[in-house]
């Protein structure tokens, strides 16, 4: 793949300020209610406080304007992307048993895991209130339309977020490459990409619009980029990743990168593998994953994997072309079209 | 307080029916999928499945039909509430560490928290899709405001929810009649009971209606239900109460009883108390349970609780007359005129 130019990272950013500020007016304080601070509006407010990436957001804020839309008519669209978002990721740390999320502890590291909870529930709900708020200026079809397409991406998630919950608790290592991409479709891709750039079309082009045709694309993309997220927290740079690293092989993750693996281990390798994967991680120790770690390295497995997120890049950039045919030329869809090549740049 | 006649019940039952067949849709199987059935879908039907008393799904579609709109137009609403409820229980659940849930183990007694955390995060989105599907007859103005009630709902819920759950926590023992009435107020009557009456008008009555005069008769009669309810897990009988008794002392929860206890005790008494309370539940062990119920006791501190209940009850009763004052003589109108009543017969 080539080399990004400036656009993404300074795109990244300017949507970031206006997101945020966005996000800002649904994390309200508790003001003279010190209780409800404390115990819910604090903890609610922190994980967007962290800043990530902002790329969801920013893939629903360029198409919307790659197809013709105002920036400000799809800000709400946006800010409700990051919300649910933010909501998924503190209920994911707690499923997951994760220690660090953007570059500090966990919400239920700092505050246990009840609080934490239900502060993730709360964020969840409140996800649809830039829907539903007057400030929105969409129309009540587009609003009710967004708010169903919310609600596939509430279920597409959850379903992912099981099989993968599902395959760790019950040590599955019976998976293949497409096993790992069904996962990857449900618990990344719809609201990483796809909903992203469906949400941000439906806004431009209205209720009639077909947006079928975003999936591919989204697809293609969402997992080039978790297969590269997948392959930072093994050999990512701590400082700018935010997780611990090896993160996903003591949580017992099933990567295409461990898949690669079980079909390269000798039996004998396959046995030790097993039982790694058997223990819940409190019993897992740090010589047991660097073992893990160097069978993937001595297998290429990583190598493997990055190369199928290059394949999955590639088709991407030949979906993107197919599905933004009829948006003319502007910087929002130059955005978008380097979007495959930067999955692989970034480091965080 | 008097009996109520066999209305309230026979209501319950029936509506239990429609209700219970409108979630049915909505809580799919995933034929061929059987990692998504076992891993997610089991888990999402099984509270619903469990029946409970329906109270909340039966005050909306009773306030609707009392105010004149059919039924088949509230019950999309009605499922909505009933699938939130449920979606609130798992979590919950999880937080308040409980053991069991209408009469079986809690959710994730049976599958372990990620999944069982996961599945109630998907059930809450779920319950959303009722009064966005193409079967409601709902006009879209209408729908949006409904939707607007929930994003309200779930923020009192787990303000509620945040404030018992932080007073645990933190082992506080400051608490007085009116921070109780603050809790309950939030963490079951919007969802029990205000939203439900709410609802029910709005459908009838459209979206100009004046919905803020049930949020007294919402409030007293919740109270009343849940102090009741927080009687029962002291004193109930376990086979209809479908939880575990005691399972409040278990959990440290502020109940009015124990805030009652702790304004009669003595000073040696109040320490012994708060050394209990400080203990995490699994620390404590059923002798120490046993003192406190006979504390409770011996300081009528149970007879106090539900002395306020009773006044609560009457309170609800007063503000029915004047909240529904307009709506004709109907036996919808009569099955919630005898809720205040009734709140105090159920054993579950």
Same sequence: chains 1, 2.
């Avoid at 007057?134 to 099989?163: D, F, H, M, P």
């Avoid at 618990?187 to 796809?194: D, P, V």
């Avoid at 978790?226 to 092989?249: A, P, S």
């Avoid at 660097?290 to 290059?310: C, P, T």
Wanted: hydrophobic residues 45%; aromatic residues 6%.
């Amino acid at each position: 793949m080539g080399v990004t130019s400036p656009l993404v990272s300074e795109t990244l950013r300017s949507y970031a300020n206006v997101v945020t500020d966005g996000m800002a007016r649904y994390l309200p304080g508790a003001l003279g209610q010190a209780d409800l601070q404390r115990y819910l509006y604090d903890l609610v407010a922190d994980y967007p406080r962290r800043l990530g990436k902002m790329m969801r957001s920013s893939i629903c804020l360029a198409t919307a304007q790659a197809f013709g839309a105002r920036l400000d008519i799809a800000v709400p669209a946006a800010v409700s992307i990051e919300l649910l978002h933010n909501s998924l990721l503190i209920h994911d740390d707690i499923e997951d048993e994760s220690d660090e999320r953007r570059g500090a502890p966990t919400l239920h590291k700092l505050h246990g895991l009840p609080l934490a909870l239900n502060a993730g529930s709360a964020l969840g709900l409140t996800s649809l209130s830039p829907l539903l708020g007057n400030g929105s200026r969409l129309s009540k079809r587009v609003a009710v339309r967004l708010l169903n397409e919310i609600t596939r991406v509430g279920r597409e998630s959850a379903e992912g977020q099981a099989l993968e919950l599902g395959w760790c608790r019950d040590n599955r290592l019976d998976l293949a490459e497409r096993d790992y991409l069904e996962l990857v479709l449900k618990k990344t891709c719809w609201l990483a990409t796809i909903h992203p750039v469906r949400a941000g079309a439906l806004i431009a082009l209205g209720v009639t619009a077909e947006l079928d045709r975003f999936v591919s694309f989204g697809f293609f993309l969402g997992a080039a980029f978790q297969i590269h997220d997948d392959v930072l927290n093994l050999v990512g740079d701590h400082e700018h990743y935010g997780k611990e690293l090896g993160g996903d092989l003591w949580e017992g993750k099933r990567t295409l990168i461990v898949i690669e693996l079980l079909s390269r281990a000798s039996p004998s390798q396959g046995r030790e593998l097993q039982r790694f994967f058997a223990k819940p991680r409190a019993e897992k120790n740090q010589a047991e994953v660097d073992d893990v770690l160097s069978l993937l390295h001595r297998h290429g497995a990583i190598e493997a994997a990055r190369d199928k997120a290059l394949a999955l890049a590639g088709a991407a950039q030949h979906e993107f072309e197919r599905a933004f045919a009829d948006a003319p030329t502007s910087r929002h869809k130059d955005f978008l079209s380097e979007l495959p090549t930067w999955v692989f740049e970034r480091n965080s």
